[in-house]
């Protein structure tokens, strides 16, 4: 396994890696140099993610665990050793694929030295070597593009911000932008990361609708305990619709306006009871998901066929 960067860049959660280290039979090693936070990191850059990140340093922990093993990295694992391990997965860093080698098929893959320069620049160092490979698997990854009137990151690929508050030029905050996910802290994370990210950005949303914590006020502990008071939108902003006279939901006018016609809770109720139908027929489970767009709506709107 081979990464580009350092290990204090790549983008395991600490449960993944532990879980990498506890598969039966597999001895993980990393080369003691790569896993040097100084060593190909002129500009200390890793040093600074591990002092401001605590996945990071999770992360070093296992990782410097596996660097500081007994094992020979250039020897093959031996089958019946004293740790029981017959296969190895070594990862690699520092180091980025230059040319696959082989004709009909994969015999190898050529591997340039990567480094990042005191003034922070990340390049090749013109150091090569070969690693014999009759396959090689590439990780697409995942990478934040800007959006058009949105404070940009180039450098972190983020939009730069405070618990989700966008942070324009100067710092402060921008009123009524908000991010989360991927966008806002870079692609880390599973389902369950998403989630506690996406409550502190609606946390925060939801201060501000109510006006803000005041000096000395208590946090708010979770949405719909505060009482908001009764704004109505000003009436010379276009981009927020008036409030209804019938009680009417506001933004249903606007998606109307731009040809949307939003999933209801009911639609999406007919795709809950089609995912757990299929699971019930496959005998897997409580729910198995659609595994279309053609067959989710087809489940969420059946008299639009």
């Given at each position: 396994m081979i990464g580009r960067r350092g290990p204090a860049y790549a983008k395991f959660t600490t449960k993944e890696l532990r879980e990498l280290g506890e598969l039966p039979g597999v001895e993980v090693v990393v080369h003691a140099d790569e896993a040097d936070l100084n060593a190909f990191d002129l500009a200390g850059e890793g040093v600074t993610l591990v002092e401001s990140d605590r996945r990071v340093r999770g992360n070093l922990v296992a990782i410097t665990k596996w660097a500081q093993g007994t094992a020979d990295p250039s020897a093959e694992p031996a089958t019946g050793s004293p740790s029981?391990?017959?296969?190895?997965?070594?990862?690699?860093?520092?180091?980025?694929?230059?040319?696959?080698?082989?004709?009909?098929?994969?015999?190898?893959i050529t591997l340039?030295?990567?480094?990042?320069?005191?003034?922070?620049?990340f390049g090749g160092t013109g150091e090569f070597e070969t690693l014999d490979a009759q396959m090689v698997?590439?990780?697409?990854?995942?990478?934040?593009?800007?959006?058009?009137?949105?404070?940009?990151?180039?450098?972190g690929s983020?939009?730069?911000?405070?618990?989700?508050?966008?942070?324009?030029?100067?710092?402060?905050p921008l009123p009524g932008e908000y991010v989360a996910g991927w966008l806002k802290r870079g692609p880390t994370g599973v389902i369950g990361t998403n989630k506690?990210?996406?409550?502190?950005?609606?946390?925060?949303?939801?201060?501000?609708?109510?006006?803000?914590?005041?000096?000395?006020?208590?946090?708010?502990?979770?949405?719909?305990?505060?009482?908001?008071?009764?704004?109505?939108?000003?009436?010379?902003?276009?981009l927020v619709p008036a409030a209804p006279a019938d009680?009417?939901?506001?933004?249903?006018?606007?998606?109307?306006?731009r040809?949307?016609?939003?999933?209801?809770?009911?639609?999406?109720?007919?795709?809950?009871t089609a995912e757990a139908d299929l699971a019930k027929e496959l005998g897997r489970g409580e729910r198995v998901k659609l595994h279309n767009a053609e067959a989710i709506w087809s489940a969420c709107r059946p008299s639009a066929e």
């Open positions: 029981g391990h017959s296969r190895r997965l070594t990862v690699r860093f520092w180091l980025r694929p230059t040319e696959i080698l082989g004709t009909e098929r994969v015999e190898g340039e030295r990567t480094a990042i320069s005191a003034d922070g620049k698997l590439r990780s697409v990854g995942y990478q934040s593009v800007p959006l058009p009137g949105v404070p940009f990151d180039t450098r983020v939009v730069p911000n405070a618990q989700g508050r966008v942070l324009g030029e100067d710092g402060a506690s990210d996406a409550a502190e950005t609606v946390r925060c949303l939801l201060e501000d609708l109510a006006g803000g914590p005041g000096e000395g006020d208590v946090p708010l502990p979770r949405a719909g305990l505060l009482r908001y008071p009764d704004r109505p939108p000003p009436a010379a902003d276009p009680g009417e939901w506001p933004l249903a006018g606007v998606l109307a306006g040809g949307i016609v939003p999933v209801s809770y009911a639609e999406w109720l007919r795709i809950e």
